[in-house]
């Protein structure tokens, strides 16, 4: 009987098999990437707490059901009639940061990025270094934001536009105290110290530690909801600090600091640019069939 038994299950499951499709190879493989990207979006947030009470609820509805709780079941009921808008209050900053990443991610492989980028970019960062350290060693605060591919328009329009050189002088000489657009950030777009007295979002995280003022909630909150990289200088330590994708790392000196920038601006320029994502290696791909092309007709001639 047992042989008979696990010869059923072998042939059941090889007709299983055969029915599966492609595209329901796909559709599985579809689900799979969203579900990880939804778990490492939530992972390190507190979005990660809220979706653990969803999963509580979830389990109670589930045990409601199985164990005949009429009184649960009726309350669990009701939750869930209105659970998907509930949700979405719920979420909404974590909603809103998600959506703007993903449409901004799927764009660098397209984008044309070229030496002269990566050349200004690193031309910026040496500037942006000098400057928080000069700043550090002052005690002078100040908020700088390397805008990236989700775009910043909106704050910039809080501030006001100069559109000038990156250098270190004109980054000190904003920050000054007595300056009129000192409390506000600097925000730096395409290798340019593009508007400065900008005001950013506040994070609304409670697990930030108190001895952060509003100048790092802002840092922290800006990278909360764009690919921001952002460089922070305590007003009342010195201490040198950045935010990327809500995460603040604190204490960095001079050589820490400018690794740690052309890490994430160069680094991730120069692997797009290269064909590092998927799209950048189907951009390569055409260039080199057109320059096949041209060669060819070059050739003709």
Known sequence: MMILGASDFWSNLG???KRISFFDVLDIIVVAVMLYFLFKFIRDRRAGKLAIGVVILLILRILSELLNMYLLQY????IFQVGLITLVILFQPELRSALEKMGATPLRGIRSIGDEKLTKNEAVIREVVSAAVDLSATKTGALIVFERETKLGDLILTGTVIDSNAVAPMIKNIFFNKAPMHDG?????????????????????????????????????????SDAVVVIVSEETGTISTAVEGKL????????????LRSRIISRDRED?????????????????????????????
């Open 15 to 17: 007709d299983i098999i």
């Open 75 to 78: 309350i669990m009921r009701n």
């Open 185 to 225: 950030a600097v925000i730096i777009r395409d290798g340019r110290l593009y508007a400065a007295g900008c005001f950013l979002p506040l994070s609304d995280n409670h697990d930030i530690i108190k001895d952060l003022g509003t100048r790092h909630r802002a840092g922290i909150g800006m990278s909360e909801n």
């Open 249 to 260: 790392i604190r204490g960095y000196r001079k050589e820490t600091l400018e690794s740690f």
């Open 273 to 301: 640019g290269d064909g590092g994502s998927l799209f950048g290696k189907i951009r390569n791909f055409f260039r080199k069939l057109f320059r096949k092309k041209e060669k060819k007709t070059e050739e003709n001639k």
